[in-house]
């Protein structure tokens, strides 16, 4: 009984080990699981359905349009200067932060600098006080609601 016991939690601690561990696409991880490790050996019996979605990459993420917040910088309509300031704000914003998406668009005769895609107001707050520090000249910042993309 202690055996069986053991090779229990022997097993439990491969499968533990890994899912955290990264392994390469061509890889499911029944095969990871059937590599001898530390004196013991996982055989696994499967459906070739189930070792199909094994393999599938997960890695993919799909993009949907949803309502949510974004950050504006800039909003402007003076048609001399607009589209250049937004263009500039927007450098200026995408060099202090690579990660942080950033959209000009021009709905007249409005030139608009938004960054960002947050599905909750408290997350364009965290991020807005963030960029108040980061860019305190800028005093015309705020949330405004807007179509976001979403990642799942």
């Given at each position: 009984m202690k055996k069986r016991t053991?090779?229990?939690?022997?097993?439990?601690?491969?499968?533990?080990?890994?899912?955290?561990t990264l392994m390469a696409k061509d890889d499911s991880i029944v095969r990871e699981l059937e590599q001898p490790s530390n004196g013991g050996v996982v055989k696994v019996f499967q459906?070739?359905?189930?070792?199909?979605?094994l393999l599938r990459d997960t890695t993919a993420l799909e993009e949907?349009?949803?309502?949510?917040?974004?950050?504006?910088?800039?909003?402007?309509?003076?048609?001399?200067r607009a589209k250049?300031?937004?263009?500039?704000?927007?450098?200026?914003?995408?060099?202090s932060d690579s990660t942080l998406a950033t959209y000009v668009t021009f709905n007249s005769p409005f030139w608009r600098v938004r960054v960002g895609n947050y599905s909750s107001y408290e997350e364009a707050a965290i991020k807005l006080r963030?960029?108040?520090?980061?860019?305190?000249?800028?005093?015309?910042?705020r949330i405004v609601k807007?179509?976001?993309?979403?990642k799942y």
């Open positions: 053991y090779s229990l939690i022997v097993a439990l601690v491969l499968v533990a080990v890994s899912a955290t459906s070739p359905e189930l070792a199909s979605l949907q349009m949803v309502s949510g917040y974004r950050i504006q910088v800039y909003s402007d309509n003076m048609q001399r250049e300031m937004a263009q500039e704000r927007a450098q200026m914003i995408q060099a963030e960029l108040k520090k980061q860019f305190p000249a800028i005093s015309d910042m807007d179509i976001i993309v979403e």
